[in-house]
């Protein structure tokens, strides 16, 4: 029962199959606290061998010399699942995961070349936005959850709204196709680089608005190189149905979060009247990529190709942007931004190369914008104008003061200029926004 309170506690007296059909699917259970009882255990081999393990109630990861537990999880185990371990409140990554295809635990990934167990590293925010529903992080504090018994899978009011009338909860099917498309774009477009606007916090976006006001998604052209794109709306967006259909095909036709599952062939059939086969087109149009091995990969081709495409589902470096829903009209900030990410991401100074006159316009024309001073403080850094770089990394703290890669950046900028004492305390106020 507790689990059906958490996700439709408002709606389950006049919803009730409703919100019992929704609390079992993956998106109502993709993130809470363990139940030891419903969990595997297992050890893991690797430099460090590590065990998985119940103990006086709780899930622990073991290694020789040290344990953590394994406090909440993120994923439904549909294909896989994630731990967090809490320090005080404190959330941190665990370097296992379950793996539901392969029925065993294993390191999660990016822990592979790991000597020494990494306990490290904090579950930042934007995870939990797409996993769970109203996870904030505590002020002042980039990874402490401001009420842990919050963390609970993604609730109705993630689509539906959270007015406290009725008569003001939206119906996504009912909105007008950009707004529609956007309920689901929220979590199901990652894109290559996504942005939060100036000014905005993605906590603010309600269903009903415009998403595109709050967030810039920048993606990879239409083109062979986008066939295989990490990301469910960009596959559709790309795909011939809807390119020529255009807005009479969305998430909505082929998945209702709460009924039951359509048939695919049917659906098909409502623009594709003679088809030119009997089978159901699903197993030739959308066929599955290689399966979830940790990162995002997608699992089913939503391209709709008319022959099965290669399936390669991490794509290199990008060779150009678009913005997802600005096309070719990104604001100079936003793609300069963009740029230089994938210039760190993949250490390519052309990209840098490329976002620099476009940053140092908008820090012109754009004052009073943290990012953007941020992400020119690290440019400048990693150039070794030092000076300048103190200066922007001042600017952007002064503007807002709890940025835990800001103050992280200000203090190795310090230290490599000597200035230690100072080096230090920007590095104090950095470790407390991650740790007790
Ligand atoms: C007091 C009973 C009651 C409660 C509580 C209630 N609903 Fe409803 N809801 C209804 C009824 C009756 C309808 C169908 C009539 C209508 O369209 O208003 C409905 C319709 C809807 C619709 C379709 C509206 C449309 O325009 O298509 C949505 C969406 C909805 N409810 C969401 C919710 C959510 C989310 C909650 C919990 C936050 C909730 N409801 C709580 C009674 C309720
Ligand atoms: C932009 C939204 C978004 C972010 C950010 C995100 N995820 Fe996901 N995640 C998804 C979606 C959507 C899926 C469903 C499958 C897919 O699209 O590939 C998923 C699937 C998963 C799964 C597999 C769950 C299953 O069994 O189906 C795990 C585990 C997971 N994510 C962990 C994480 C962790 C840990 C983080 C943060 C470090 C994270 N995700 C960040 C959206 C997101
Ligand atoms: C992931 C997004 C999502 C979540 C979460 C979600 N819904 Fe919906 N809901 C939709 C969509 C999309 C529709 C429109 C379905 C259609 O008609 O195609 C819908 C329609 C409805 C309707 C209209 C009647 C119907 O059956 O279509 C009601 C009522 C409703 N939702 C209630 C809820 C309640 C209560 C919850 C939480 C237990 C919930 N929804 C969670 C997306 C969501
Ligand atoms: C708050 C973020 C969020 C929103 C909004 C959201 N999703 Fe999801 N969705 C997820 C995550 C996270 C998963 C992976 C769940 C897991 O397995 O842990 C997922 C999984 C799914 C799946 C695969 C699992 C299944 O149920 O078969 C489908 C399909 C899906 N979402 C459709 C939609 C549609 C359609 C919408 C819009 C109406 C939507 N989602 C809105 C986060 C979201
Ligand atoms: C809303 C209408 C609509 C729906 C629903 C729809 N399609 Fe399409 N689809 C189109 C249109 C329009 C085209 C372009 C036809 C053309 O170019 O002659 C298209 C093109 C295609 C192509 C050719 C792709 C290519 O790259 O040449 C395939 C394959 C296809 N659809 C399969 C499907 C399958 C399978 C489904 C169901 C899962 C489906 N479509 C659902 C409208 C739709
Ligand atoms: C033309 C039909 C169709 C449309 C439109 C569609 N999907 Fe799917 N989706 C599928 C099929 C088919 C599967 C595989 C289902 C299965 O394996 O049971 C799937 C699976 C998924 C999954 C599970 C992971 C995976 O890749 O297998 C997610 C998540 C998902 N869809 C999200 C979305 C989102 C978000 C949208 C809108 C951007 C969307 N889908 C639009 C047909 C569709
Ligand atoms: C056994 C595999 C298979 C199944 C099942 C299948 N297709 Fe195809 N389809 C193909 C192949 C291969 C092509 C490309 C070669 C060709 O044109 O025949 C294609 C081409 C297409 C095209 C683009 C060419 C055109 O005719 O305009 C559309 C649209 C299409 N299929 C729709 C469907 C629909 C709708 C269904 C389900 C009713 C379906 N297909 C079932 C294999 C299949």
Known sequence: MLFLLAVGLACVDCHKDLVERYARTPMANSSGAVNPALEFTGTVESTTRYEIARHRGKLELRWPGGQAGLDFFVGSRRMGRSYVYSDNGFLFQVPVGYYSTRNQWDLAPGYEHDAQPDLNRPIGPECLYCHATGARAAKGTWNRLADPAALHGVSCERCHGDAPSHDRLVNPRKLPARRRDAVCEQCHLAGEVRLIQPGKSLDDFRPGQNLADYLEVFVRPAGPESMRVNGHAEALAVSRCRQRAGDRIWCGSCHNPHAAAVTYREMCLTCHT???????????H???????DGGHAVFTDHSIPALPT??????????????????ERASPRNLGLAYAELGSRYRNSQWVEKAWPLLRAAAQSQPRDPALYTRIASILAADGHLDQAEQYYRRSLHLDPDQYDALTGLANALARRGRDAEAVEARRKARAMVSR
Do not use: T
Request: glycine share 6%; hydrophobic share 25%.
């Open 286 to 292: 959308m066929p599955k990529a290689r399966a979830y």
């Open 310 to 327: 290669r399936a390669e589902s991490r794509p290199g470096e990008p060779r150009q942007l678009l913005s997802y829903f600005r096309g």
């Open 274 to 284: 003679r088809p030119h086969r009997e089978e159901d087109c699903i197993a030739c």
